[in-house]
């Protein structure tokens, strides 16, 4: 599979719109996403290409990327040297406040965790809340690097499991990849489950893998996204381009 296409995307669909970025939501998710999707790439292979430290370097002229600029840096630089500004409490901040202290916030995560099972003790898990429970767990681990959280709890590491395997049945049946991925990439980090998963992505490869180097978001329409793609909305493209950074990060982490 050619992985330019993320890069293609960013260039070609993101960046070339300059007073766009600043502006529309899904363009700065777009970068901000980028940004971790080589953060990621540089943790396990030591090293970014000279195409996507040129892609970061244009990116770092949005405004609006706020605090993932820090990561941003630790792309380029290995360190950063700008002082973290207060932001309205987010995971994300959380995440990257870690980050620069070298250490997790524990009793944060906590928090952030007992209140999510409150919710689906009365709501049940919803595709809203299986994100939540995908984010949490890659920003409280820093993506699987510091589980601290798990290890020190057997039970909340089994029940974490048990509620992972249920959304995957769940999200599997209504063929909603881009989640499954997420789902995917959280088993690894919680259970280290490397043979299941790659099981499950070689059952579905030709189902969601285009020949034109992105990855399928949900359903088994591929035929009609590969026919059309030139005629695709960018928040369409921007669907294909989530799930094709997700469908490499999980490779990597099997590889890895």
Same mark, same amino acid.
């Given at each position: ?26 363009? +700065? ?26 892609? !970061? ?9 706020? /605090? ?8 380029? #630089? ?5 002082? !973290?500004?207060? /932001? ?8 990257? !406040? ?13 928090? +952030? ?26 920003? *409280? ?8 959280? #798990? ?38 980090? +919680? ?25 399928? *978001? ?5 035929? /009609? #996204?590969?026919?059309? /793609? ?18 490499? !990060? ?7």
């Amino acid at each position: 599979m050619n992985f330019n296409w993320i890069d293609d995307f960013i260039t070609n669909e993101v960046l070339t719109y300059d007073s766009e970025i600043n502006e529309n939501e899904l363009y +700065v998710k777009s970068c901000c996403e980028y940004i971790l999707y080589c953060y990621q790439l540089k943790k396990h292979e030591n090293i970014l290409s000279k195409q996507k430290k040129k892609i !970061l370097k244009k990116i770092a002229n949005c405004n609006q990327i706020i /605090y993932c600029k820090h990561i941003l840096e630790l792309c380029l #630089f290995d360190k950063t040297n700008k002082p !973290l500004e207060k /932001y309205p409490d987010s995971i994300e901040f959380f995440y990257v !406040l870690d980050l620069m202290q070298g250490k997790s916030n524990i009793k944060f995560w906590n928090s +952030v965790l007992s209140i999510f099972f409150r919710r689906i003790s009365k709501n049940g898990i919803t595709e809203i809340e299986a994100y939540n429970l995908t984010h949490y767990i890659f920003y *409280s681990t820093n993506f699987g690097e510091k589980c601290e959280i #798990f290890e020190l709890n057997i039970d909340l590491k089994n029940f974490l499991l048990s509620l992972i395997n249920l959304c995957i049945m769940k999200f599997e049946y209504e063929k909603n990849w881009d989640l499954c991925f997420e789902l995917y990439i959280c088993l690894l980090i +919680v259970d280290s489950q490397y043979d299941i998963i790659s099981k499950k992505i070689n059952a579905n490869l030709l189902t969601f893998v285009s020949n034109q180097g992105w990855v399928l *978001s949900n359903g088994n329409n591929k035929s /009609y #996204f590969e026919k059309n /793609y030139h005629n695709l909305t960018f928040k369409q493209k921007y669907s294909l381009f989530h799930t094709t950074l997700l469908f490499e !990060l999980l490779n990597v982490k099997i590889k890895n």
